[in-house]
């Protein structure tokens, strides 16, 4: 039913539907059903330790034999300045937090990913078939991934990007428009310059290169599907929508928070992790934002707010968690990836008839 099978062919897919991989919110049980379904189902390992993302790599196995997409923060990413510490606003903020729900301590900032270098490895070594990254790409790492017979993705969120994706070698660009959910994957401008919706992104970007495009941001159903392979994309990256799947490991706080979100709930904000992300705006971005004083580096930012967002999930209290989440959550429902693969392939065929008169 598709007519354009660069992406299906490129990554051993049937449906080009690709649910975004998403760290900490992905497991193998969420990537196993997409690619059963005949998506491609994605792990964001971003936050893993080598042998963690070895054994789930072969979960992974275990529940499909189809193709899957590991995703990495790309190696520049995983710098953690030692010395850096909080400002006194931001220092002051978190001791508050800290007495208020009674967590001890504010710890110091720590490293959360990587090494990058070390999961890349684990990946070439396991024979994973399709790896994607984010916060862009160096071509080594590219000719690496082909040498072991992986096809590569990474994220580009301006026309300059996705031509110097392309320059190094990338199979497919993801063009992320500024509805995504998660961190902005902008690796040459500051972000906002780069906050491009997806609908003026996408084009822009498919007429730029000659590699397939996959679009990004926004997508929740069949409707944004056909609208995305009308604006010259080969297939879609859906995060947000995903989170609606049981399997999405994910608390249940953060799902209650997507399900009662509308339209205008999320931000991009650097207040949770130091970078540019997309989530639901809460107290702490609220407050961490207002206090007129830089942040901590990515991803120290994001490393001393670990006890209080530990706690926060336990307890159920979503004033303190990152919960990302696209501009598109009004539309989340709760239903298994699998459910979620096949309407949205029942419905886009209809609505691809529809649109065609047939
Ligand atoms: C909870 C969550 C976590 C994400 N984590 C990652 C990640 O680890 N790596 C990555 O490349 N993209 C990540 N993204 C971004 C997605 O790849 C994609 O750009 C985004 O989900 C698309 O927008 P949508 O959420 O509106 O579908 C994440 C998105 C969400 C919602």
Redesign the pocket.
Known sequence: MWSDRRILDLLAIEHPIIQ????A?SNAELVGAVSEAGGLGSY?A?GDRPDRLRSVVQAIRQRTGRSFNV?L?SAHTEAFDRDARPGPRLAERLEAYHRELDVGPVPEPGPLFGPAEEQFRVLVEEGVPVI?L?FGADAAMVARAHQAGAKVLC?ATTVAEAKALEDMGIDAV?A?GA?????R?TFTVDYRRALIGTMALVPQVVDAVSVPVIA????MDARGVVAALALGASAV?????F?GCPEAPIAAVWRDSLEAAGAEATTVTEALSGKPARGIRNRYVDEVEALDEPLLPYPAQYSVSRVLRKAATERGDSRFLAM?????VGLIRRRPAADLVNELVAESQKLLDRLAGA
């Open positions: 975004a991989p998403m760290a919110a964001g971003a995703n923060f994607s984010h994220s993801i992320q509805e995504a959910g998660g961190h994957g990004a941001g926004g997508i990256q859906m995060g947000t929508a989170l990302w989440a696209g501009q598109g």
